[in-house]
């Protein structure tokens, strides 16, 4: 049993893979202690965006720094996709890899490739095998080929110098069964060594990981505590105990069970990764763990809208993660921008009282109810807000898909009119709104930019205040009034967000006044309710 730890690889996906030296000293030393025989301190990359810990490219001058236990060996993975780019695959290589296995503390190279990118890195495997180096290649996304592709595929390996062959369950939707069954086809092909990495998205990376080994792999990806992209990988901790069980270790855990508690525990708690409802619908419906990762990491997105977005993201070829799909799902609407109705009907020369969900409106929910009684604005309460009295309230607004899926129940319980692009939405979603007294007015999405129209608006961000407020001011109203508006804390991504979509409309052509009557920390003009 070869047990494969690469938690300083697929672990940097939640930290950059910016772990201390101390820490990585002290990892190495217990992880060797514990029986590990191999560890993949990282990627050898020549990618440099944004900032990266050591990790993320393990140079030699790196790992010549470290202190590195006697008993071990080091592994570094290579991404299939920068050996198949425009530059000469010779010349990558050469720069990826510098010096030769015997000057060099790795002793592993693993690439990690796509099923479209394997045949092209296969010439990969002859380099880094004439540098010395011990070379496996790691499939990704194999769960949904077939059996003569994987044969197919097996049978091609044997053509190069490859040492283990690896598959990856990359979405964690694999279960005991179907890990035997790929194990056996890739048998028909390939005889040499196997590995396997498992991703816990259903709860399944250990019993997965000890099945195929019990078919005959023998190389086995673990990280401690679970950690990597997504829900995490395997447990090294509860691999090796298994191990023992089976007389195929005998290291000493104290020095790693101690490290968890001190170091990967805390780290944990911050970072989040490890199985949940989400990443096991994820594995589910073959969707890439990183959606789930991204979304859970950012606070604009509440539980009903994660669950919406699965929903949504199921129907869609989301097998491969892509931030730019992720962002699009989150901004875009399925048609052009049109509606049916004009708040010119409503708005022109009124005074408009926008209701948020900051505690501020529940702190102050008296005043700002006898503010609505004595004023007379025109009230819109954003998406389901119920802190004030539904009597008092003129309009809901909503604008976003993921949110009127999710929330469509809880509208048929309101009695108030609602205001969204209806016409512009998927048929779903139109038919669970019939019945129910709505307001058609259509929204587009365009960076820094505000228009009103008048029956559609173009706002910056898919933010319900943003439309609410072009819808104030298509509708000429005289003035916008917020209550609840206290903001998310000065690095919450959601205040950020709201301040530059006030930016924004300041600068659009014929905008109009906003205050806030309620504390709020954006740039706002302010007044006190108590005063009005």
């Known amino acids: 049993m070869n047990i494969l730890d690469c938690t300083l690889r697929d672990g940097g996906y939640y930290n950059d893979w910016n772990f201390p030296i101390d820490l990585i000293e002290r990892y190495l030393a217990a ?47 290579v991404n299939g996709s920068e050996l198949v780019g425009p530059l000469e695959q010779s010349k990558v290589l050469e720069k990826l890899f510098p010096r030769s296995a015997d000057a060099s503390a790795v002793g592993l190279v693993r690439i990690a490739c796509h099923m479209s990118e394997f045949e092209a890195c296969l ?39 490859i040492d283990v062959l690896y598959f990856a369950d990359s979405l964690g939707s694999m279960g005991p069964e179907q890990t035997a069954e790929i194990v056996h086809w890739f048998r028909e092909g390939w005889s040499g060594a196997m590995g396997i990495h498992t ?40 691999l090796l105990i298994e191990a023992m069980d089976r007389g195929e270790s005998s290291g000493d855990l104290v020095p790693l069970m101690k490290l968890i508690r001190e170091y990967f525990d805390p780290l944990r708690l911050r970072c989040g990764w490890g199985k949940n409802f989400y990443y096991y619908l994820a594995g589910k419906y073959g969707i890439h763990p990183t959606y789930i990762q991204s979304v859970l990491g950012d606070s604009r997105y509440k539980e009903e809208e994660i669950f919406s977005l699965l929903e949504y993201l199921k129907d869609k070829d989301a097998k491969s993660y892509s931030s730019g799909f992720l962002q699009s799902a989150r901004l875009s609407y399925p048609t052009s921008p049109k ?5 010119r009907s409503i708005f022109p020369n009124r005074d408009v009282l926008i209701l948020g969900t900051g505690p501020s409106l529940r702190e102050h929910r008296v005043a700002i109810q006898n503010y609505i ?45 609602l205001i969204t692009p209806l016409s512009m939405l998927p048929e779903k979603i139109q038919s669970a709104f019939t019945g129910m007294e709505v307001l058609d007015f259509g929204v587009d999405v365009q960076k820094n930019t505000f228009q009103f129209f008048d029956t559609y608006c173009v706002i910056p961000s898919p933010l319900v205040f943003a439309y609410a407020i072009a819808i104030a001011t298509s509708g ?57």
């Not at 301190?41 to 470290?66: H, I, M, Q, W, Y």
């Not at 509606?339 to 708040?343: A, D, E, Q, V």
């Not at 600068?507 to 806030?516: G, N, Q, R, V, Y």
């Open 31 to 77: 992880i060797t202690t514990a029986g590990v025989p191999v560890v993949e301190v990282g990627f050898r990359s020549l990618t440099n965006s944004g900032f990266k810990g050591p990790c993320a490219f393990s140079r030699d001058e790196f790992l010549d720094s470290l202190d590195i236990p006697d008993h071990v060996s080091i592994g570094v993975m």
């Open 123 to 161: 010439p990969a495997t002859k380099w880094l095998k004439g540098k010395g180096y011990k070379v496996g290649m790691n499939l990704m996304q194999v769960a949904d080929r077939g059996k003569d592709e994987l044969i197919s595929l097996a049978k091609r390996a044997t053509e190069y110098p």
């Open 199 to 238: 991703h816990d998205n259903m709860g399944r990376a250990l019993q997965n990981t000890l099945r195929a080994y019990d078919e005959g792999v023998s190389w086995l990806d673990t990280t401690v505590t679970g950690m990597g992209r997504g829900p995490g990988n395997a447990k090294t901790e509860e």
């Open 339 to 343: 509606g049916t109705w004009s708040p």
């Open 373 to 417: 009684q004595c004023r007379r604005p025109v009230v819109l309460a954003l998406n389901t807000q119920s802190e004030i009295e539904s009597r008092l309230i003129d309009f809901r607004i909503a604008c976003h898909p993921l949110r009127l899926l999710a929330d469509f129940e809880m509208y048929k319980e309101l009695s108030n009119p």
């Open 476 to 532: 000429h109203a005289n003035k916008i009034t917020l209550a609840g508006f206290d903001g998310y804390g000065p690095v919450d991504p959601r205040t950020t967000e709201m301040q530059l979509t006030l930016d924004a409309y300041k600068k659009a052509e014929f905008s109009i006044p906003i205050l806030a009557i309620t504390p709020s920390c954006y740039h706002i003009d302010k007044e006190s309710v108590y005063a009005c």
